[in-house]
């Protein structure tokens, strides 16, 4: 795996060459990224990833031999797997991140996240698409509403998902966690705020170190907390 120095090294598998092409040419063209092998089938992608040890895979979910969820599997810990997929499923999701993904991506999230997600694995973050994240969230909230006492036969939560801001938010900074938390990317929330998108990294950077998050999930989780706390 990458010592710090030299492009990040990444794997692409998919079986369907055209996006194996298209992610390519993306990743290819950044000044930081290096695309290493490609791979059709998963069980090619476990191979070639054992073999050149990249720094991230990118795996589809749907290929032949091994899907990119036991690709995730059988690689954690020896390489960061972004999935990426064109099915939004709730069960690929948790599975994914159960198996240790650092990252699930929809495919029709567009180049930008795609960069910013391998750019991610590699700073030991995990992104993950907006649209998943809002449901991802909505249902985190929901459970841990359905599992305190007095709500059903569930056990009681024994503590948030974050811990809570060490420093309080700023009205700016609320704004925009709660635009996070509705899904919305760094160029949205810069567009509906008439802010420039340093600005936006600066204000996310700033929420994340106040309530001690790791990346714009937490953020969002942060949120759902307050929001299923106030019901």
């Known amino acids: 795996m990458r010592t710090g120095v030299g492009p990040i090294r990444v794997l692409i598998a998919d079986d369907q060459a055209d996006v194996r092409s298209a992610f390519r040419m993306m990743l290819d063209a950044q000044p930081d990224m290096t695309v290493v092998a490609e791979a059709a089938d998963g069980e090619t992608a476990v191979q070639e990833a ?40 709730d069960e690929y999701v948790h599975t994914a991140l159960r198996h240790g993904a650092a990252g699930f991506l929809l495919k029709r999230s567009g180049p930008v996240l795609l960069i ?8 030991g973050d995990a992104l993950i698409s907006p649209q998943v994240t809002v449901r991802l ?9 359905d599992a305190r006492p007095g709500a059903g036969m569930g056990p009681a939560v024994t503590g948030p998902l974050i811990a809570g801001p060490e420093e309080e938010l700023t ?13 919305a990317t760094n160029a949205e929330i810069g567009t509906g705020l008439f802010i420039s998108p340093g600005t936006v990294k600066n204000h996310l950077a700033n ?25």
Not at 116 to 123: I, K, Q, S
Not at 207 to 231: D, F, H, M, S
């Open 207 to 231: 929420i994340q170190r106040k309530l001690g998050a790791r990346n714009r999930v937490g953020i969002a989780a942060w949120v759902w907390e307050q929001a299923v706390g106030n019901r």
């Open 116 to 123: 910013e997600a391998v750019r991610a694995a590699m700073a």
């Open 171 to 183: 009205a700016r900074e609320r704004e925009i966690a709660e635009l996070v938390a509705d899904g």
């Open 50 to 89: 054992k073999r050149l040890k990249p720094d991230v895979v990118l795996a589809d979910i749907r290929m032949p031999k091994l899907d990119g969820l036991e690709v995730t599997r059988q690689l954690e810990g020896q390489c960061k797997v972004v999935v990426v997929t064109t099915f939004d499923l």
């Open 137 to 145: 969230l909505r249902h985190m909230a929901v459970t841990e509403k």
